[in-house]
Structures are given as structure tokens and as C-alpha cells.
């Protein structure tokens, strides 16, 4: 983030979570370009359904850090994917990874914020990350399918 804004440490500590979960964000929407591409046309609807999420949630975190006065992240011209994409099943498990960075950003923000907006927004968000996470597990055929504690690392 290039300029904090004005605030109580708190608030410069929440804005820098928020920036974090903003360029995950930014990540996922890129993400799901290539996830999109490389889906059978049955699975495309829920790649571009992910997508537009992703892009609200953006636009809302964007609103919020320029409202307070700080300067948001912008998104990269591109991003390292983790792996080769080169079927449906890379696609979906592209996805399993967009998603769990963005809830680990969101988990970030919960433990950051000091406004309850701002923990309201962040439970949203990962919740339904979380949500559209375990749909992807279960294209790729990834087991299992849900979290116990979604964006926590895993022992």
C-alpha cells in the first residue's frame, strides 16, 4: 500500500490487512481467467460465477480503503500460476488455490481489524470462499472437501 491514509495505528494495522486480502483478491479474479479456460463448458458457469464474487468483493474492499483515505493495491499484469493448467481437473484445483489464499487473507483482516464492519465484510468473504472452496475440492477430486478452520495452515 503506497499511502497508509490518516489514523490510529489500529486503523493504518486493519487498512494493511484489508490491502493483503485486496491483492488476493486481485489474484482470484485474475485466477479465474485461466481456471475459466480450461473448463469443460458444463463447469464454466460456476468459474464465471466466481469470478464476478471475487470482483464485488475487490470493488468493495477498494471503496473502503479509498474512503478511508489510503491508497489500494493494485492489481499485477499477471500472476505465477503454482502448477501447469492443463485440464479441467488443473482447473478445479487452480480454484481449491485461489480460493484458500483469499481465505487466509480474510482470516488475516479478522484478526487485524478493529471495526466490526470490517470484521462483517471479512466473515462474508471467507465464509463464502470457504463455501465455493469446497465445491472445487470436489471437482478435483480433492479430499476432503471442507476445513475444519478455512485459511488456518494445516498441520
Known amino acids: 500500500m503506497a499511502d497508509e491514509g490518516s489514523g490510529s495505528l489500529d486503523e493504518r494495522t486493519e487498512n494493511s490487512a484489508l490491502d493483503a486480502a ?3 483478491e486481485h489474484a482470484a479474479v485474475w485466477g479465474y481467467g485461466v481456471v475459466g479456460a480450461a473448463l469443460d463448458a458444463r463447469s464454466q458457469p460456476l468459474a464465471q460465477t466466481s469470478e464476478v464474487a471475487h470482483r464485488d468483493v475487490r470493488d468493495r474492499v477498494i471503496t473502503l480503503l479509498t474512503d478511508r483515505g489510503a491508497e489500494p493495491v493494485g492489481a499485477e499484469g499477471g500472476y505465477a500460476l503454482p502448477f501447469p ?3 479441467p481437473a ?3 484445483a487452480l ?14 483482516v479478522l484478526d ?17 470462499a470457504e463455501v465455493r472452496a469446497v465445491g472445487w475440492r470436489a471437482t478435483a ?11 488456518l495452515p494445516a498441520d
Not at 141 to 151: C, D, E, I, N, Y
Request: glycine share 8%; hydrophobic share 50%; aromatic share 2%.
Open 22 to 24: 485486496l491483492a488476493a
Open 85 to 87: 493448467v492443463l485440464s
Open 90 to 92: 488443473d482447473a478445479a
Open 95 to 108: 480454484a481449491v488455490v485461489l480460493e484458500d489464499g483469499v481465505t487466509a487473507a480474510w482470516v488475516r
Open 112 to 128: 487485524q481489524s478493529v471495526e466490526r464492519s470490517t470484521r462483517e465484510l471479512a466473515v462474508g468473504a471467507l465464509t463464502a
Open 141 to 151: 477430486g480433492q479430499s476432503p472437501v471442507t476445513r475444519a478452520l478455512p485459511g
